[in-house]
Each structure stands twice: as C-alpha cells, then as structure tokens.
C-alpha cells in the first residue's frame, strides 16, 4: 500500500479519534426484498442507522467461510440473477454517505479479472475489498492491482495465526485489519467466544491500523463486550437473517441501530 | 512427475487458496508431510499395512477375451481388488498415519461415491481415531450401501446440503468443518485436489499403484512397456498414481478420461475453488456449474492441477466418454472377464472400447480403480430392461 489513508480507514478513524467504536455490517449484495424495496433501499437503512462503512457480498456459488445464512442469501440472490458487474452497477448509483466494501471469493475476482476488478470496483466508488480465500501467500497479483486502483485490501487475521504471521497480514491490510473471532466460519453464536478478545488484544498490540473483529458477533451485548478490546465489529449473519426473515429495510435499520446504541453505550 | 514449486504450483496451476484459519494448518501439514516422506520408519510402517492390510501388490490381469472382443491387448491394474474395493486406501492409509504422526485424533473427510469416505472410515477404524465424512446428499441416495458400510465402521456421515448435493458441496462442507476444528482434527482429502500439498501428497500416495504396474508391465511384456496407459479422472488421484509410474517414459501415451458432464480438463477454463488453481466447469462470471454424471466419484466440476498442467504440456490427454458407453462398458467387461468395474473405472474401458479401431494392435493398460459392488444397486434400475 502507498502512504496514503484510504476512505475506508478514513471514516473508521473518524469513529475511532472521536473516541467511538466502529460499526460495519454486512449485506448480501442483490438479495431480494419485500414489495418497494431493493436490496440497495436496505444498504441506505443500514446507513442511516449508524454504520461507519457497509460491507457487501458478492455473492458466490461455493462460499467456503459462510455459514448456512450466509449460504442461503447468496443463493437467493443468485437465483435472483445478482452477477459481479450488477452489483457494482447498482453501488455506483448508490450514495449512502459511507464508505463500502465489496467481500467475494477469488474466483470470482479472477473470473473478471484480477485488474479489471479492481479498476470496475474503484469506478463504482467503492472503497475496499476483502477476499476470504485470498490469503498472504496467493495476495500477489489482487493485491497489486488493488493497489494500482486504489482499492482498500482488507486482510483476515485468524486466531491460528503466530504473531509473525498476524503482523505480515496487519501490515499488508488496508481499511482496517479483520480479526476473525472464532475458529469456524460466519454464523451467530450463544455467546462470544473466548478467541474474540484474545486476536483483538493481540493485533492492537501490533498494529495502529483500526481492528475490528467479525465472525461470530451476533449481538448487540457480544459487539459492546469485544469492543471493550477492539475498535469495532463487523457484523454479518445476524444482519442477513434479519433481512431474509423481514424483507424490511426498517427493520434491518433498526437492527442496526440497536448494535450502534450498544456500541454507543459501550 | 516432479514435485510443485514453492508456491505448490505444477506450471500455473494450484496453490493455496484456503481462508486465513486455514493456512498455517497447510503450511504445518506440508512441513509434516516432507518429513515423514523422508523418514525410512514411516514408510516401512505405510508399506507393511499395504501389504498385510490392504493386500498390496495388486495384480496385473490379461483380459484374453476382453482383447479379443475389442482387437486391443488390455491389461487391468487391479486397484478393485485392494481392502475395501478401490484405490482409495492408499492414500488413506497414508494420510491417517501421517494424522497420528502430526497428534491429530480425528478425520474429516468429504466423499462422492463413498469409496473414499468407506476408506477414511476404515483407517479411523484401525488406528483408533475418531471419523466424520461428509457426502452430498444425492450420494447418500445412490450410494446407499456405503454410507451403511461408513456407519457400521464407526464413522458419523452428514449430508451435505447445499448447491447440488454432491461431491463438490460435500468438499465445502468438509472444509467448513476444518475451518472449526483445525486444532484437533485432520482433514483427509480423498483426491489429488485441494491446496497444496494435497495435490502432491495425494499423488504420492498413490505412486505405488504405477511404480507396481510398471514393473509388472515389463515382467508380463518381457521388458516392453504399453503403448497407453488410461485411468479415469474425477478428482484425477487413481490416474495420478498409476500415471507417475510411466511419465517419464515418452513411448507411453497417458490418457485421463472424464465423464461427458463432467469434463473440466475438456470443457472447463482456468478457475479458484476448494483451494486450488485448475480447470474448472463454471459460467461466464466465474459460479461453479453443477456437474453431471451416472458416477459419484467423477460427479465434480473441477480437476486436481497436476492434470491441468499435463493437459497443457501434452503430456497427457483428457477425452471424455458419455453414461451410456459407461454403461456398456461396466457390462462388457463383467460379461468377458468376470470382473464387474466400478462405474467410476467404466469410464477407462469405456474409451477403450470407443477408441478399439484406432487402439488395434496395441497394448493398453487400465488402471481398474475400483469394483463395482457399491453400484450394483443403482444399475439394477438402470440395466432392468437389457437383463
Ligand atoms: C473406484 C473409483 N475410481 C475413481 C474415483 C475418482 O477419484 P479419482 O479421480 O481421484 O481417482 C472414485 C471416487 O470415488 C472411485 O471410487
């Protein structure tokens, strides 16, 4: 990465000086929602009701790190015809005000074009990336395009990690530094697991980079007790099975906002 | 066959695309692996469970009637006849040693036809270590009596879900459960697939099966090789193996057959899925289509990348043969030689049999990965009208 901050971590800074935590829910891109609505009416909901960047899944036929929720808007929306380049069409037209970053597999990615991703990612405005099954060793060539692009590359730091390994992927991140809490995949727990704190505590210690730990923040009570170590959360099932049960932006945004009034409380 | 680059690469294929959790779990069994490869003890214990477990060497049978049926010298390498009906076991028998080695007390596993997973439950069996093997839930259907075989062994076996059901989903599944239980548990991939050092590892496990052929080759034909050695390929490990035995021989031609609605060397492009960089069927945005075959086992959209890398050397050639020569097959040659073929390894004879004019006078030898017990039960239905 070049010396310059990107937009992303610009708006989480922004959070994070102001002595707040940051808050970045996840949305599967093109899912179908009830009568009037669009997936994209629910990005501006989610918006409004506090998050300081959205993530959006592109989605991808074998998702190896998302659990059944996940599994199951990607499906509907791709049923629904939703395609890489549709999704970035209806993002550029998009202006919520926060930044976005689009999460997807590398196939995808490859599939296109690692270049012409990056390029069609950064004219559609959005900020970042992440690429879940892209890690250190295969980041080269998305990573360079990214860079030429100007494209935030968000890294996965796992609880597997040896601390050598945790600094090499903080370092190489951009955006922020994604602490995967858990040993599993995306999904909603009873409670928050052990690991979560731990990873956080570890990259603080290692990086000035906002970390923000997603995977397994399913609450609003979970989100406020990791931030008591990290700088925020991304929250991804519990925001999607919202959406597939309501097919309501309102009641997405709601959602939403109770994790920001309990990130807000702390 | 030589090994993959550092970036466990065969030319510009595999890799190591796994999710973060993931990697330092491949990077430790890579290092475990090369150890133990080199260590003399492992191999003399891997060696003597082949031998007085699994029944190795396996033989190599002449065909006369089969020959002389289709004008083509065919000779079997007899992977059928291995301790639970296929090739799989070599690889298993291996991976579980190494599992024990590495302190890992259980196994995961995916598996389509149930071969590999009926393989991974045996080994569990033997060495005491605990086994779960997903299949898709198509599978389970069609391959009914070996997630029953599975059970009885002690193995706990989930259906997969999602997408098509089958073997590709089944290998998702599987990794989602690595993904959560990396620090206990051993995943125990059942083809030369997935991220490196799978596709290496898995080969070399199953080097034995062309080691063996190719002395047996010289000792039958007095010191000649065949003219064509063919093994089917769906994720491509039994054509790997018997493979590693001849490629260094020019004279002998390799050819790796895929099912028709399966063929990723044939049909597929360049693609990123269940770790690796392959061939792989999938659509213009890069979603991985759902392949299509009467056989489990070869029932996967994509290839392991060694294969991928010998079809754009030429050093191999991938034909594909559809379900109904793979049903004539698997009745030819239970019919002249009284050995009834996997469906999986009906798909080799299969192009024999196609090929027969253009193969007269040639000695070809086919790798019979497995037998065929296991769908006996599917093609009641399918063979009811000829029978
Ligand atoms: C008998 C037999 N042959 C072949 C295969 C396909 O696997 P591979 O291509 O890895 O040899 C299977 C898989 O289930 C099998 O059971």
Known sequence: MSGEVGQLERSLRSRIDAGGKCLVPYLTGGLPQGPGAAWTTTMGAIAAAGADGVEVGIPFSDPVMDGPVIQAASQEALEAGATPQSILEELTRLDLGVPTAVMTYANLVFRFGWERFAASVAEAGVAAAILPDVPLEESGPWCDAADVAGVETVMLAAPTGDDARLAAVAERSGGFVYAVGLLGITGERERLADTSKVIAARLKSMTDKPVLVGVGIGSPEQAAEVCEVADGVVVGSAVVRCALETRSPEAVGDLVGGFREALARG | MSAPDDTGRFGRFGGRFVPETLMPAVLELEEAFVEAWADDSFRAELDHLLRTYSGRPTPLTECPRLSEELGVRVLLKREDLNHTGSHKINNVLGQALLARRMGKSRLVAETGAGQHGVATATAAALLGQECRVYMGEVDMARQELNVFRMRLLGAEVIPALSGSRTLKDAVNDAMRDWVASVED???????????????????????????????????????????????????????????????????????????????????????????????????????????????????????????????????????????EEVVDAFVLLSRTEGIIPALESAHALAWVARERVALAGRTVLVNLSGRGDKDVAQMMDVLADRL
């Open chain 2, 185 to 323: 548990s051993y995943y125990c991939l059942g083809s030369v697939m997935g991220p490196h050092p799978y596709p290496w590892m898995v080969r070399e496990f199953h080097r034995v099966i062309g080691v063996e052929a190719a002395e047996q080759a010289r000792d039958l034909l007095v010191g000649a090789l065949p003219d064509v050695v063919v093994a089917c390929v769906g994720g491509g490990s039994n054509a790997a193996g018997i493979f590693s035995g001849f490629a260094e021989e020019p004279s002998v031609e390799l050819v790796g057959v895929e099912p028709a609605g399966g063929a990723a060397v044939g049909h597929g492009v360049p693609g990123i899925v269940h770790g690796m960089m392959s061939y792989l069927l999938q659509d213009e945005w890069g979603q991985v289509t759902e392949a299509e075959s009467i056989s489990a086992g070869l029932d996967y959209p994509g290839v392991g990348p060694e294969h991928s890398h010998l079809s754009d050397t030429g050093r191999a050639t991938y034909p594909s043969v559809t379900d």
